[in-house]
């Protein structure tokens, strides 16, 4: 199976290109950027071959493609993708608008091809098992659940990640998703009603959008849960961030920490701490899920429309933090 990635501006294409090499069937076919000097060097690091654009990439006939454009672009390329009959897996969040996320639903469907959201953590073996137990009726019936996704600003990594035009918002934007989705899956039931406040406390004098939130979800089966997806941790933080849940059921309290498996590395030269991680890749979980979609001609485990899920109450929260009020999702 033939992979090829469109666009270098988030992060996670780095570690999208290890999982395409370490995963038996798969081939990297290369890489595309608008931006061409970052794809230069991105080619020249990872080994790749750099296309001369998106649409010569796609001209080459990948099975499937690996969107990781800027938020705001992902609809374009997408919809590109889709013309060409290649399978889509594209970076979180789905889209900036709920219209935009449709468009591309709509897209991949018409087009016969795999939409599919990266979200690695239905990928991560403590949410995995938490959810194993959950549908095995283990913990009997969930109450309520606080939940974080915490992490760096992320303007060391890529600076558009702070800019609202090209990622759409701040904190809220980049960090709720996860755990909306994760949420939904845990639950299935959907958000019917959305709290959220928002400030910019946190590196108020580098950035101008927020940079922390909480956010309070009310499900249709009744179930409440918080999600805090601020910007937290300080820059020098070992890792981007992390991602917690604590659940309390009919059964007790359970906790999960979904980046414990590692191990904290000191450096003196130069001076830096990091996480080495030790268990399993949830990202390498997600491409293979993906990969195995496509050659099964089935739907992914993570859709599109699971995308457009967590989008509409990440979009719900901003509503309801510029107006102070409860919003209702229909």
Known sequence: MRIGIMSFAHHHAEAYIHNVR??????????????????????????????????????????????????VKHRPLVEMAARAGAHV?????LATTLEDAQAMIDACRQAGVIL??????????????VKAQLDEGALGRVYCLNTTNQG???????????????????????????????LRWYLNSEVVEVFAQTNHILHADKVDVETAGLLMLTFADGTFATID???????????????????????????????SQNLIVHRQEPASSAWSYWGSDADRGMVQEFATAVREGRPPKVSGEDGYRALEITLAAYESAATGQVVSLG
């Open 22 to 71: 370490m995963i038996p069937g798969l081939e990297l076919i290369g890489l595309a950027d608008e931006d061409m000097e970052r794809g230069r060097s991105y080619a020249e690091r990872l080994d790749s071959h750099l296309y001369a654009n998106y649409q010569a990439l796609l001209d080459d006939k990948p099975d499937g493609v690996i969107v990781c454009s800027e938020n």
């Open 89 to 93: 897996m594209c970076e979180k969040p």
């Open 116 to 129: 599919m959201t990266a979200f690695p953590m239905r990928f991560s073996a403590p949410i995995t098992e």
């Open 152 to 182: 760096r600003m992320p303007i060391h990594e890529r600076r558009w990640f702070v800019d609202p035009e090209l990622a759409g918002g701040g904190a809220v934007m980049d960090h709720t998703v996860h755990l909306a989705d994760i």
């Open 229 to 259: 997806c601020s910007w937290s941790k300080p820059l020098n933080y070992p890792t981007w961030g992390g991602l917690t849940m604590e659940l309390i059921s009919e059964r007790g309290l359970t906790v999960v920490d979904a980046f």
